[in-house]
T-cell receptor, first 112, second 117 residues
């Protein structure tokens, strides 16, 4: 079954600290992996997209990594800011119908 | 427009009432998607259009759910005889082309929050 699992479910960090969010997937065939940021009450906003041949992609303070062999991805946030408080959703494109399969997200809270 | 626009943003419906949710995708975007997001969960796929053709509706939970995109631009998601379990955020998304397999960015609207009472 095509699944995307994220950990931790929630995370609280202090402003200025770094953090890493994890994503494991069992989607086959694999096409691409995306990280989205979703603020409460808003739609998801794309942070990064990686295809099979890419193993890292950065967007400002956000850096995503992909290990297609172990089917794992991580999202690293550097020097966190209060505005980083949101849910971060890992999305894998692929499967037999080329669908997007969403993880349940990691809820990040950045405290002052 | 500049982004994906959805309306209404909030809708309270009485159980058994029919609702219609509208999505205006980014101009020129070929692909349009509808997702359902329950509280605290990730979005779940409902249906996908390429232009006016509905290529995949495997995620629609029941025959009370119907989506259309007659002219290949604006789309409407209709829910008939709403039930309490239909309460969720309904997200519309669009992309220039492709569906999952390609690396195209998929842009989401802010969602329509449906509460069935």
């Amino acid at each position: 079954k095509n699944q995307v699992e994220q950990s931790p479910q929630s995370l609280i960090i202090l402003e200025g600290k770094n953090c890493t969010l994890q994503c494991n997937y069992t989607v086959s065939p694999f096409s691409n992996l995306r990280w989205y940021k979703q603020d409460t009450g808003r739609g998801p906003v794309s942070l990064t997209i990686m295809t099979f041949s890419e193993n890292t992609k950065s967007n400002g303070r956000y850096t995503a990594t992909l290990d297609a062999d172990t089917k794992q991805s991580s999202l690293h946030i550097t020097a966190s800011q209060l505005s980083d408080s949101a849910s971060y959703i890992c999305v894998v494109g692929g499967g037999s119908q080329g669908n997007l399969i969403f993880g349940k997200g990691t809820k990040l809270s950045v405290k002052p | 427009g500049a982004g994906v626009s959805q309306s209404p943003r909030y809708k309270v419906a009485k159980r058994g009432q029919d609702v219609a949710l509208r999505c205006d995708p980014i101009s020129g975007h070929v692909s349009l998607f509808w997702y359902q997001q329950a509280l605290g969960q990730g979005p779940e796929f409902l249906t996908y259009f390429q232009n006016e053709a509905q290529l995949d509706k495997s995620g629609l939970p029941s025959d009370r759910f119907f989506a259309e995109r007659p002219e290949g631009s604006v789309s409407t998601l209709k829910i008939q005889r709403t039930q309490q379990e239909d309460s969720a955020v309904y997200l519309c998304a669009s992309s220039l082309q492709g569906f999952g397999r390609s690396g195209n960015t998929i842009y989401f609207g802010e969602g329509s929050w449906l509460t069935v009472v």
